[in-house]
């Protein structure tokens, strides 16, 4: 199986709030990371990325975080919108820029008006 | 809207068929990949082609084959079809340049194929 998965496979939050979605790796060599927005009948949408020798990157209400020490990572939303609601998908590459990218499986986000 | 461009947005047919499904790369991207999202497996890379040539393969089956025109666009084609063959096939592009480079992909909005 993969080894990039996702803690919460859904999650639901009132419009407005902060969302936290995470993802957790097991490959140490991978050294770029990157998130994904999916909505319905539509491709993934690139979100924002990272590497491995960064622990934090912003930006526009969105942030990632990686924690290399657990192999963990987050996508956090500021002031989450009903236009938020969709899957998100982390993806680690492993073997240095030769790797390819590596998904998981999704984490579906619901925003309550 | 990527800029990256997929045809048709669906397709239906039946087993033991083959498809093709073509893929048109954001203006000056040089790598294309194919990718595979089905229900129970999620995204799946299948191929990457960069300036015509393949440079990585990974859960391509055999009956699957693709190839990237010196206008950089790109055409998966899948055999002998079977049911399990269906899904959402995504072509993503690459605006960093280098063949090995995997970063920043951004995908067209998908061929849903179904096979009957």
């Known amino acids: 199986g993969e080894s990039v998965g996702l803690h919460l496979p859904t999650l639901s939050v009132q419009e407005g709030d902060n969302s936290i979605i995470n993802c957790a790796y097991s490959?140490?060599?991978?050294?770029?990371f990157i998130w994904y927005k999916q909505e319905s009948g539509k491709g993934p949408q690139f979100i924002i990325d990272?590497?491995?020798?960064?622990d934090k990157r912003q930006g526009q209400r969105v942030t990632v975080l990686l924690n290399k020490t657990v192999k963990h990572l987050s996508l956090q939303i500021a002031a989450t919108q009903p236009g938020d609601s969709a899957v998100y998908f982390c993806?680690?590459?492993?073997?240095?820029?030769?790797?390819?990218?590596?998904f998981g499986k999704g984490t579906k986000l619901s925003v309550k008006p | 809207d990527s800029g990256v461009t997929q045809t048709p947005k669906h397709l239906i047919t039946a087993t033991g068929q083959r498809v093709t499904l073509r893929c048109s790369p954001r203006s000056g991207d040089l790598s294309v990949y194919w990718y595979q999202q089905s229900l129970d497996q999620g995204l799946q890379f299948l191929i990457q082609?960069?300036?015509?040539?393949?440079?990585a393969k990974g859960n391509i089956l055999e009956r699957f084959s693709a190839q990237q025109f010196p206008d950089l666009h790109s055409e998966l084609n899948l055999s002998s079809l079977e049911l399990g063959d269906s899904a959402l096939y995504f072509c993503?592009?690459?605006?960093?340049?280098?063949?090995?480079?995997?970063?920043?992909?951004?995908f067209g909005s998908g061929t849903q194929l179904s096979v009957l």
């Open positions: 082609y960069y300036n015509g040539e393949e440079r």
């Open positions: 490959n140490s060599a991978s050294d770029y």
């Open positions: 993503a592009s690459s605006p960093r340049q280098g063949p090995t480079t995997n970063e920043k992909l951004f």
């Open positions: 990272i590497r491995s020798n960064m």
């Open positions: 993806a680690e590459r492993r073997g240095g820029s030769q790797g390819n990218l590596i």
